[in-house]
């Protein structure tokens, strides 16, 4: 039986629901087993951006327990595919001084370790559609997915030191893979942005195509993989995964630590502070 059967709630992005209580990420799986995986737009700080931020991390357990879906594809709603980190986000958290803002970072970080050890222990393979600017925990998002098509012009940026914190997420554990240490370092140190088709050229992702198409090509990547031979597809990720597994693992962990430590210095209100 399907855990990701959605119940119909309206037309509103993000309205499909399933047994499992997800009420803003929309899954939809169709018969030959592709699970397409909507993010929707987060807009303004407050409860919904937390709402997506807790299911974005909890899908892939739903997705790894469902035994219809043999491949995945996620995407963004409108012209965003998901910005998870923006200064306006991290200004919502209460004054560093409180418990309060120790319990809401411990979430944060439970829920990134989530996402990430989700996507990299998920055996199903994942297809990213990248339709438009993906930040922090998108940018994992798009990065860890084991095939990744953007729009060329699409924004990627990992914001943490512009922010006052650490790459945590899965920069530390995933950039050097792909692109080698002094592409990392350059984008990580600066959190300056790059569109697809840089990313393309320095291996951060796998292809950069026209907007038009990146959906139509995603999702044909997507149709191959549910229907191509399932074990050897999945433990072929599976053995690739052992890289991640081996040593990104511990480079998240150390890096996701110090991210948390980061909320409590001077930094992260320096950075609030400069945006106004």
Not at 24 to 51: C, F, K, L, N, Y
Not at 63 to 78: C, E, F, H, K
Request: glycine content about 10%.
């Amino acid at each position: 039986m399907s855990l990701l059967q959605p119940e119909p709630k309206g037309d509103r992005i993000g309205g499909a629901t399933n047994v499992d209580g997800l009420s803003e990420v929309r899954v939809d799986v169709d018969d030959i087993g592709v699970a397409t995986v909507t993010i929707p737009t987060a807009g303004s700080v407050g409860h919904r951006q937390a709402s997506i931020h807790r299911e974005v991390a909890m899908v892939w357990d739903l997705l790894a327990r469902d035994d219809s879906v043999r491949s995945v594809l996620v995407t963004g709603a409108d012209d965003e595919f998901y910005c998870s980190a923006t200064i306006s986000g991290l200004k919502a958290i209460p004054s560093l001084d409180k418990a309060a803002t120790f319990e809401v970072v411990q979430r944060l970080q439970a829920e990134s370790d989530q996402l990430v050890y989700g996507m990299v222990n998920l055996d199903k393979p994942v297809v990213a559609a990248i339709n438009g600017r993906a930040a922090g925990g998108g940018l994992a998002v798009a990065l860890l997915a084991d095939i990744s098509v953007a729009d060329s012009d699409a924004v990627l940026v990992d914001p943490h030191a512009a922010f006052g914190l650490a790459a945590g997420d899965h920069a530390a554990m995933l950039w050097p893979i792909l692109c080698g240490m002094a592409k990392s370092k350059l984008y990580l140190l600066t959190a300056d942005p790059l569109d697809g088709a840089e990313a393309e050229r320095i291996g951060l992702i796998s292809r950069a195509v026209s907007k038009f198409e990146v959906l139509p090509i995603a999702r044909q990547y997507a149709e191959r993989l549910a229907t191509g031979p399932q074990l050897p597809i999945r433990y072929t990720k599976r053995a690739l995964n052992q890289w991640l597994r081996l040593g990104g693992i511990a480079a998240h962990d150390y890096s996701a630590a110090l991210e948390l430590l980061n909320f409590f210095g001077p930094d992260l209100g320096a950075a609030a502070a400069q945006s106004g």
